[in-house]
């Protein structure tokens, strides 16, 4: 096939055939069978008969409600096209044909591809679920964490040691594997003597012995409504491997309209993830509250709310709370969202409100999570650190 045909099939594809699309290319064999795959979905919004192409193959649109033809699409297109392509459509299937039911069976939960997003519809189905898919959605949930933590609980670990390691210097060290040698010489070049060559250290810069006891406090306050599942599903697993930490004492709190303590369930994200209920109101303010009995020493505390912070509980006094916990030295971090996909609809007046208490609203990446981790436990300019680090 030479290029210009090349170029006509892929526009047949994307066009999808009939007398709008101007290509007049037929399809036939595997490019026929991945254009019916795209037709099930994305012609004429995923319903209707499909169009015919003159004479050429007909792309069908929709799946029905039939579980073995939905099992059969799920086949075809792991067949045809790569994970991260396969996930995308499964989600478009999802929301443009209302296959959400059909999630409910087992059979459909052993041909999907898992992802992020999948999860999240799976635990908004949680308490309408069969027993017997109970057990595939767990299954499946627990691959999608593994994955998860595969990819990010070791550059946290490492970014939140570093940082706890870095905030724990002393002029003091007492053992030489303890200075920091580089620090310790940029802080004495006012005492380098030419004629030795060398540097004389008046002040020494190092490390203090690494401590076993508690030196953060972290409370993850996350919002569960519908939007948040994403930032639910990172959260969760974030949060475990904090908790897995004896340098910090994690909390986690979930919220609509009651706040529920998950600190318990920490230990295995999975079953932290079945304890959430996604949907439903928010009160923000409420859920702050619980949160802030829950820390002991400010000073010494990181809290962090994962909101798109439509409130429906008391406006003023939910930042009430935050101004307090601000001026009490906690340090406070409020995320739009915790996902790949970037900031959601949120409200904009109360982002404002909380950055002119000196708290930033922003989304975060999971892959920044780690050093957002770090920067809070140095208690650097976290307005500064999203600036530079997120692009907006």
Known sequence: MGAADERLRRWRLVLGGGAADGVGFGLEGTDAQ??????????????????????????EGGLGASAPRVARWLGDIRTYFPSTVVQVMQKDAIERLNLTRLLLEPEMLE???????????????????????????????????????RRLAQKTRTAVSGALDRSARTHRPKRVADIDWDRTIRANLKNYLPE??????????????????????????????????ASVVYSSVFGAVLASMRSLKTSLVVFDTAVVDLTDRLHDPVELLFGTQLGGGTDINRAIAYGQGLITRPANSIFI??????????????????????QAGVQVIVLLALSDEGAPFYDHENAAALAALGVPAFACTPDAFPDLMAAAIERRDIAQWAERHLSH
């Open 34 to 59: 991945m254009d019916a795959a795209l037709a099930a979905v994305y012609d004429q919004g995923g319903g209707g008969q499909g169009r015919g192409d003159g004479g050429r193959s007909s792309r």
């Open 305 to 326: 709310l994962i909101s798109d912070l439509y409130e429906g509980g008391v406006r003023q006094e939910m930042l009430r709370r935050v101004a307090a916990m601000t």
């Open 196 to 229: 030795r060559n060398t540097v004389v250290p008046s002040r020494l810069v190092g490390y203090a012995r690494r401590q076993r006891s508690v030196q953060r406090e972290v409370v993850l306050c996350i919002d569960q409504s519908g939007s948040m599942a």
């Open 111 to 149: 041909a999907v591809e898992p992802d992020v997003h999948l999860v999240g519809t799976l635990l908004a189905l949680n308490k309408v679920m069969p027993d017997q898919a109970r057990e595939s959605a767990r299954t499946l949930v627990r691959k999608v964490v593994a994955e998860l933590e």
